[in-house]
């Protein structure tokens, strides 16, 4: 077994010799040392194996013996090498794949974000971008730890940013907090505003004067609370002092609501027997389509699917196989019912209730009325709701103090 | 006259010091496995070979196998393999 391994690997031929007297060609083989196996006999000589090196040793015992030899087969690796040898483009074409995979090795084909909720994507992949990291960078250029870096000082929300690099994908994990709290300089002097018009509910100050009360209805942009301490003995004015102001203020409000369906709207019937598929293969830029479907239709709406193709885990390379569905669709003019109409509106306006819930705003009552118009259905009202309300407005600490200065003048 | 004297001495010489008879004489060691197959030792050459019957030439003459489906497997300067069923070995 081994042997017979050993001679394919080698190589070796079949060859038959003819001639006078091939037993004396036998003979001489022999003599010279050279190995010669599966001797049978034919008619007029004997044909036998014989070694592919050896074989080139023949000549002067066939030209003693006057002896005629013919290769039969030639068996074994050497001359299957042979073979591929003659095919010299084949073997190119194998250095040159094998070149551009090992090439196409070094570049990141695929940037993946992982675990952002508040950034998008786009946003992300916008500033790698910026910042030279994109789809077909160098790998060896990018340095993870450096990238995480500026990831984080550039995206506040952000708590944590890991990069890490795997095969040709670059994948990037965020993990985002809570934004990094407004720190409100509470030594600076303000007042607090009202932002909306309305009605005051409750009013609890902890720092500055109060200039409203319970019950007192405000304009917008109203000082609810002012932030200049006027420290008086009696009537007098003795000095001014100025503070950050802290109130919480609930105040009654009402928030305007229109809403308006017409009857008539146009639908989309998709026509499943219709439906068209393109692929497509696309590399880097360039796409290259493989169906090309005939489209009659005007209306259609386009599903895009991409992937990528990774041949390897974790190997991808630019290539995308692209899947394009034409979703041809009919449209159908349809008319709303009295009903109807009414029913999607008054489920809008819970929904925009509830989101305002959400904000944390109290809702007391709404006077919303549905009306029935011509062509559309029209709801209007406003909704009235207890919300906390105040906001904080800076103002100069010197010119309000020059303000005072009359009273003191006097004084003196 | 000298020759044969010459051999016999050979013979003898061998015999008292038990010395390996191949060497000296040059004799050829013939081994047989049942009946497929033998091994030739100290050869000289093939005088004829054919699927029937082999002579073989040695140095102290021919030997000659008879049987059928004669073939040599293998064939180098010092001993050669011989398969077939052999019937008859003749000297």
């Given amino acids: 077994m081994i042997l017979s391994l050993w001679k394919y690997m080698q190589g070796y031929v079949v060859i038959r010799v003819r001639g006078y007297s091939p037993e004396r060609f036998i003979n001489l083989c022999a003599n010279k040392n050279i190995y010669i196996w599966n001797v049978r006999k034919i008619a007029d000589g004997y044909i036998f194996c014989i070694s592919g090196k050896a074989f080139f040793m023949l000549s002067p015992i066939a030209k003693k013996t006057k002896c005629r030899v013919k290769i039969l087969k030639k068996i074994g690796m050497p001359f299957k090498f042979l073979k591929v040898k003659r095919r010299k483009y084949f073997l190119y074409g194998l250095l040159i794949s094998i070149a551009a995979v090992i090439m196409l090795s070094f570049f990141v084909w695929r940037i993946e974000i992982e675990g952002n909720m508040k950034y998008t994507t786009e946003e992300i992949t916008a500033y790698l971008t910026k910042e030279n990291v994109t789809i077909g960078s160098f790998k060896p250029k990018i340095q993870c730890s450096k990238l995480d870096d500026q990831l984080l000082s550039h995206f506040n929300q952000t708590m944590w940013v890991s990069s890490e690099l795997i095969g040709t994908k670059l994948i990037i994990h965020i993990r985002e907090g809570v934004e990094s709290e407004v720190i409100i300089d509470d030594k600076k002097p303000c007042d607090i505003v009202a932002t909306n018009a309305g009605t005051i509910v409750s009013i609890i100050t902890r720092k500055g004067t109060p200039l409203v009360k319970q019950g007192d209805v405000v304009e917008k942009d109203t000082v609810l609370v002012s932030g200049t301490l006027e420290i008086k003995e009696l009537t007098q004015l003795k000095a001014v002092e100025f503070t950050h102001s ?16 017409s009857y008539q709207y146009i639908e989309r019937n998709y026509i499943k027997d219709q439906q068209k598929t393109d692929k497509a293969l696309q590399f880097f ?53 009295v009903e109807e109409t009414e029913e999607i509106l008054k489920s809008r306006l819970n929904l925009h209730m509830e989101k305002l819930e959400e904000n944390n705003i109290q809702i007391l009552s709404n006077d919303v009325i549905f009306k029935e118009d011509k062509e559309a259905f029209i709801a209007t009202g406003s909704i009235y709701v207890i919300e906390k309300n105040g906001q904080d407005k800076f103002f100069d600490e010197l010119t309000r103090r020059q303000g005072y200065n009359e009273y003191f003048t006097e004084e003196d | 006259m000298k020759k044969k004297e010459k051999k016999k001495k050979k013979i ?17 060691i013939i081994t047989l496995t049942g009946k497929r197959e033998a091994v030739i030792e100290n050869y000289k050459g093939i005088v004829e070979y054919t699927n029937e019957y082999i002579r073989i030439l040695t140095k102290n003459g021919v030997i000659e196998f008879k049987g059928s489906n004669f073939n040599i497997t293998y064939l180098t300067n010092e001993e050669m393999k011989v398969t077939g069923s052999i019937i008859e070995i003749n000297y």
């Fill in chain 1, 246 to 261: 802290d109130a919480d203020i609930l105040l009654k409000t009402k928030y305007p609501y229109s809403d308006t369906i």
């Fill in chain 1, 285 to 337: 830029n360039h796409r290259i389509n493989l169906l090309k479907p005939k489209i009659n239709s005007m209306n259609y709406d386009i599903v895009e699917k991409q992937k990528q193709i990774e041949p390897i885990k974790n190997f991808y390379l630019p290539i995308y196989y692209m899947t394009t569905t034409f979703m041809i669709y009919e449209e159908v003019e349809k008319t709303y019912t």
């Fill in chain 2, 12 to 28: 003898n010489f061998t015999e008292i010091f038990e010395v390996p008879k191949d060497v000296i004489l040059g004799e050829a």
